[in-house]
């Protein structure tokens, strides 16, 4: 849980994970759909390079993104694009609940990015480099909108850290 390099950024711990699921799952997928196609008597080189093309587009959509955070910064990496904005220089945070909850920051620079608030709470290290750069962005002046929403945010965190902890001593 602790970086050996205090300027190393912090990232998700269960990404590898999550990527590795994914590509399992497509291979699974491609290795059946051949399979399957190849019994059938089916098989062409047409139908191969379709089913090939089908394995990347669901390990595409299967891929979790990428968040890594370090001092005074916060970037989600999807297949296509890198999101990046400035914690210590954030304009607004809201958060939508539903069926996908997410978090949208948004900073004073135009940079825009969607979290799924569970990955801040999975992962220590993220926190804290936002916690830090939200305090940074409170006392400058610039988050004018969803400060409340952090803060409760970080309750919850904490809340659930604490019934981990509890959990894992077995005290509760």
Do not use: K
């Amino acid at each position: 849980m602790t970086r050996t390099d205090p300027w190393a950024p912090a990232g998700d711990r269960h990404w590898r994970g999550s990527a590795r699921l994914a590509a399992t799952c497509a291979l699974v997928f491609c290795a059946l759909s051949l399979l399957v196609d190849w019994d059938a008597g089916s098989l062409t080189l047409l139908r191969a390079v379709l089913w090939l093309t089908l394995s990347v587009t669901v390990f595409a959509v299967l891929l979790p993104h990428r968040v890594t955070a370090g001092p005074g910064w916060l970037a989600v990496r999807t297949p296509w694009r890198r999101h990046l904005v400035r914690t210590d220089a954030l304009a607004t945070v809201r958060q939508y609940d539903g069926v996908s909850a997410h978090l949208v920051l948004c900073d004073t620079h135009g940079g825009r990015l969607e979290l799924d608030p569970r990955i801040l709470a999975a992962n220590p290290l993220i926190w804290h480099e936002i916690d830090t750069g939200v305090h940074r962005s409170v006392e400058s002046g610039t988050l004018l909108q969803g400060a409340d929403v952090l803060e409760q945010l970080g309750h919850r965190i904490d809340d659930e850290t604490t019934r981990a902890v509890l959990r894992a001593s077995r005290l509760s």
